[in-house]
Nanobody, 127 residues
Framework: QVQLVESGGGLVQPGGSLRLSCATSPSTLDFYAIGWFRQAPGKEREGVSFINPSDGNTNYADSAKGRFTISRDNAKNTVYLQMNSLKIEDTAVYYC????????????????????WGQGTQVTVSS
């Protein structure tokens, strides 16, 4: 059973930084790629950043490029999302999700492709 637990959200001023963590159950990163998604009130869930933990390949939504960095520590079974230069429009609940690499080509960006989800962590950017 794959389990995902996000942490690190909070309240930050515009221009500030946060680092989100996604702790996974053991061996998850051997078989699953990980994506970070977010959902703001009244909006659809959207992809932010994605990583294949086996080879480190990453991908970013345009809104995240140059500001967010996804990384992983396979020994700790954890994927991180470093978010810098935060904007008010980054306010959302952030989720990490896992997709079985054996059933997908590449690392997908659509939420419906993902198999397991964490409970989410709130990020609020406000002055």
């Amino acid at each position: 059973q794959v389990q995902l637990v996000e942490s690190g959200g909070g309240l930050v001023q515009p221009g500030g930084s946060l680092r989100l963590s996604c702790a996974t159950s053991p061996s998850t990163l051997d078989f699953y790629a990980i994506g970070w998604f977010r959902q703001a009130p009244g909006k659809e869930r959207e992809g932010v950043s994605f990583i294949n933990p086996s080879d480190g390949n990453t991908n970013y939504a345009d809104s995240a490029k140059g500001r967010f960095t996804i990384s992983r520590d396979n020994a700790k079974n954890t994927v991180y999302l470093q978010m810098n230069s935060l904007k008010i429009e980054d306010t959302a609940v952030y989720y990490c999700a896992a997709v079985d690499k054996a059933r997908r080509v590449g690392v997908p960006s659509a939420p419906w492709e993902y198999d397991y989800w964490g409970q989410g962590t709130q990020v609020t950017v406000s002055s």
